[in-house]
């Protein structure tokens, strides 16, 4: 059971380039997320979905962009990456928005934006 | 709005002394609370939830509605608690929305 797999795990971008971040569960989870990790500032919500062909800004979401065609998977874009969105992302997946769901979390993608 | 403060960025302790990390939180509703832990070079993960009042791995946290507080404790620390540790809270809308983290370590 994969649970939920990123993919790439790394990436070197120049300033402009654009991206596309995959997350894939396999649980048949409803609810999605995508996170990004800095130092000192914990993890904050990019976006997120509540089902298939659904989508949603959390709370930083200027500079990226999420499709979910598919309930398994996940996208997250950069049209023109900056400096400033190196970080670590992770997504997640829960079965839905109940108070009892545990929320699951892929391993990360490092992305350095150079 | 949800919003997770964790006022301590690290935390440092003793093998065998106790240790509390700080959650507090700001929603008008009822909340639906968590704790998660990032283990070195390992994937975030579930360590509790308000609704179960479970003690996992020797941590407790009891949900204060009066002082919006979610702190999580553990009596005794032990050196494999070293960790990051986020509170998390699910406010009725969709989103999980995660504290900044307050890494702990556990000196032997």
């Known amino acids: 059971n994969a649970g939920v797999t990123q993919t790439p795990k790394f990436r070197v971008l120049k300033t402009g380039q654009s991206m596309t971040l995959l997350c894939a569960q396999d649980?048949?989870?409803?609810?999605m997320y995508w996170y990004r990790q800095d130092p000192g500032m914990g993890l904050r919500l990019i976006h997120y979905?509540?089902?298939?062909?659904?989508?949603a800004k959390g709370e930083v979401p200027d500079g990226y962009n999420v499709s979910r065609l598919k309930k398994q998977n996940f996208l997250l874009g950069l049209e023109s990456a900056a400096p400033s969105q190196t970080s670590v992302y992770f997504c997640?997946?829960?079965?839905?928005?109940?108070?009892?769901?545990?929320?699951?979390f892929g391993q990360g993608t490092r992305l350095t934006v150079v | 709005a949800q919003r997770v403060t964790q006022p301590e960025k690290l935390l440092s302790v003793f093998k065998g002394a106790p240790v509390e990390l700080k959650c507090n939180y700001s929603?008008?509703?009822?909340?639906?609370l968590f704790w998660y832990v990032q283990y070195s070079r390992q994937r975030l993960q579930l360590l509790l939830r308000?609704?179960s009042r479970e003690s996992i791995k020797g941590f407790t946290a009891d949900l204060n509605k009066g002082e919006t507080s979610f702190h999580l404790k553990k009596p005794f620390a032990q050196e494999e608690d070293s960790a990051m540790y986020y509170c998390?809270?699910?406010?009725?809308?969709?989103?999980?929305?995660f504290g900044k983290g307050t890494k702990l370590t556990v000196n032997p």
């Open positions: 998390a809270l699910k406010g009725g809308s969709e989103k999980l929305v």
């Open positions: 308000h609704i």
């Open positions: 929603y008008s509703g009822s909340p639906e």
């Open positions: 649980m048949n989870h409803e609810y």
């Open positions: 997640a997946s829960s079965k839905d928005g109940g108070g009892n769901t545990e929320a699951f």
């Open positions: 979905s509540v089902g298939e062909g659904t989508t």
